[in-house]
């Protein structure tokens, strides 16, 4: 399931995605707008802005924007920022590998290898996705729910 944390991230994001070309847009706006607890919405942005994301501006007229182009942020890596590993289990996660304990033999594990799929398939649509491939679903009729 995904946490409140990368839930309300892509929320922030897409907002700010949406508000490029404007000025930086104040905390307490996004918050209210999206509505998200203030105080884990500050956490989630410096993260984001740590990691390369975001820019922010203090004093009047500040806030902040996005620091890329909507198309260049994929969900995987805001996942990542927000969750850590992908991957179900520890053994089959790309980033955050480290072998399970109880586990005799990975390369003959059945459990592994499934979940290296769910990984896979999981990490396929998620390492496509962008921030603006969300921005445009909001608007797609096509797209059932």
């Given at each position: 399931m995904l946490s409140k944390k990368t839930k309300y991230a892509i929320k922030?994001?897409?907002a700010l995605g949406k508000n490029t070309g404007n000025p930086?847009?104040?905390i307490v706006r996004l918050a209210e707008q999206e509505m998200i607890p203030r105080k884990f919405l500050e956490q989630i942005l410096l993260d984001m802005r740590n990691a390369g994301y975001l820019y922010s501006k203090?004093?009047?007229g500040g806030g902040y924007s996005l620091n890329k182009d909507p198309q260049d942020i994929f969900l995987a890596d805001i996942l990542r920022i927000t969750d850590g590993p992908i991957a179900m289990v520890p053994c089959?996660?790309?980033k955050f590998y480290r072998k399970c304990d109880e586990c005799h033999d990975e390369v003959t594990c059945g459990i592994r290898k499934t979940f290296i799929d769910v990984r896979n398939a999981?990490?396929?649509v998620?390492?496509?996705t962008s921030i603006a491939d969300v921005i445009a679903r909001e608007t797609d009729e096509n797209i059932v729910s």
């Amino acid at each position: 399931m995904l946490s409140k944390k990368t839930k309300y991230a892509i929320k922030a994001l897409v907002a700010l995605g949406k508000n490029t070309g404007n000025p930086p847009m104040q905390i307490v706006r996004l918050a209210e707008q999206e509505m998200i607890p203030r105080k884990f919405l500050e956490q989630i942005l410096l993260d984001m802005r740590n990691a390369g994301y975001l820019y922010s501006k203090k004093g009047a007229g500040g806030g902040y924007s996005l620091n890329k182009d909507p198309q260049d942020i994929f969900l995987a890596d805001i996942l990542r920022i927000t969750d850590g590993p992908i991957a179900m289990v520890p053994c089959a996660s790309l980033k955050f590998y480290r072998k399970c304990d109880e586990c005799h033999d990975e390369v003959t594990c059945g459990i592994r290898k499934t979940f290296i799929d769910v990984r896979n398939a999981t990490l396929n649509v998620l390492a496509q996705t962008s921030i603006a491939d969300v921005i445009a679903r909001e608007t797609d009729e096509n797209i059932v729910s």
